[in-house]
């Protein structure tokens, strides 16, 4: 799994001198597919609440994409995983 995050749209706009905190994030998730839905929900509710503690941000501020990458378009020192 890969996991990217990215400063997302802001809460309100950029004042100068402003610190990063109005930042809310935003979660890029790529994974194999195969999960279930209930996985899925499991997962980004955890990453939601694990994101929100960390950082200070409200849950509702915390995007989440997931993306499901085939086994022949992500490959791992030198080999699809289609070929694993």
């Known amino acids: 799994m890969f996991i990217k995050v990215q400063a997302g749209r802001t809460m309100a706009p950029p004042r100068s001198g402003a610190s990063s905190e109005n930042t809310m994030p935003t979660l890029h998730l790529e994974m194999l597919p195969g999960r279930t839905v209930e996985q899925k929900r499991a997962f980004v509710r955890e990453v939601t609440r694990a994101t929100a503690e960390t950082l200070a941000c409200p849950p509702e501020s915390v995007d989440i994409l997931i993306s499901e ?16």
């Open 69 to 84: 990458v085939p086994r022949d378009g992500w490959a791992k020192a030198g080999k699809l995983m289609a070929d694993a």
